[in-house]
């Protein structure tokens, strides 16, 4: 059975109820001007976005940056055109080893390495000593650390043809982009910085503007290669290291 209250105690108890219903409204309050704060500045965000993207690239900036593409894709071919080079000579002196090369009865093509113990096919894989004994290869045939390094060159210049081509292609797409002349302001700084970050270092050599100082950092991405060079005997070394980028 429910106790009466008295007056004293009755207005303690609504002054409570008064007092909890405030830090209600209180809470409620803060939080729904946390709540708008956010909105408005996810709308201040969106109307900047869209007043980006409303306002079309500079004209002067887009003609100053096609010529900059022609620049570019003349760089480029130029870069593509001495990587082939080196490719064709890479290739020859490949095929020369591989005619120097010991030959089984079966006309397989082998190398020894430099200490004699082990053996490898002309696609740079290991043979089973079971297949061939090393001790059945003479010294004065190509080592394999020569052939091996041949491939190892190839590869690596096959590998920047294919990015020289790829990045050809983004100068033709970059130049359809502009000829659309639907790019925003924001579009055109994107599409720029696109270009220039991507620019392998091959064109970028190629460039009036190039600074020779970076040639330091090429011939660092080559020095293992010259290392190993250096090691190779005259007999066996069939790569010239003028044609090779940092080595010459």
Do not use: C
């Not at 965000?45 to 100053?64: M, R």
Request: glycine share 4%; net charge negative; charged share 35%.
């Amino acid at each position: 059975m429910l106790r009466m209250m008295n007056d004293f105690e009755l207005r303690a108890l609504r002054q409570e109820q008064r007092d909890n219903e405030r830090a209600k409204w209180f809470i409620a309050s803060k939080r729904r001007e946390q709540e708008k704060e956010v909105r408005d500045e996810r709308a201040e965000q969106n109307v900047g976005d869209l007043a980006a993207s409303l306002v079309v690239a500079d004209p002067i900036e887009v003609k100053s940056f096609r010529a900059d593409l022609d620049t570019y894709d003349v760089a480029t071919i130029e870069a593509i055109m001495e990587n082939r080079e080196i490719l064709e000579r890479l290739y020859r002196e490949r095929d020369l080893l591989l005619e120097r090369a010991y030959k089984q009865d079966d006309g397989t093509r082998v190398f020894k390495s430099e200490d004699g113990v082990r053996v490898f096919d002309d696609h740079g894989n290991l043979v089973s000593p079971d297949r061939v004994d090393p001790d059945e290869i003479a010294d004065h045939y190509p080592s394999a650390e020569s052939y091996l390094e041949q491939l190892r060159l190839i590869e690596q210049h096959e590998a920047i043809d294919q990015n020289l081509i790829g990045y050809q292609t983004q100068l033709d797409d970059a130049r359809d982009r502009l000829d659309s002349g639907e790019l925003s302001q924001s579009e055109f700084d994107d599409l720029r910085s696109s270009i220039e970050n991507n620019m392998p270092v091959e064109v970028r050599r190629k460039l009036p503007d190039y600074d020779p100082t970076q040639q330091a950092e090429l011939k660092t991405k080559f020095s293992a290669s010259a290392t190993h060079t250096a090691k190779l005997s005259p007999a066996d070394m069939a790569i010239d290291p003028t044609m090779v980028p940092g080595l010459g």
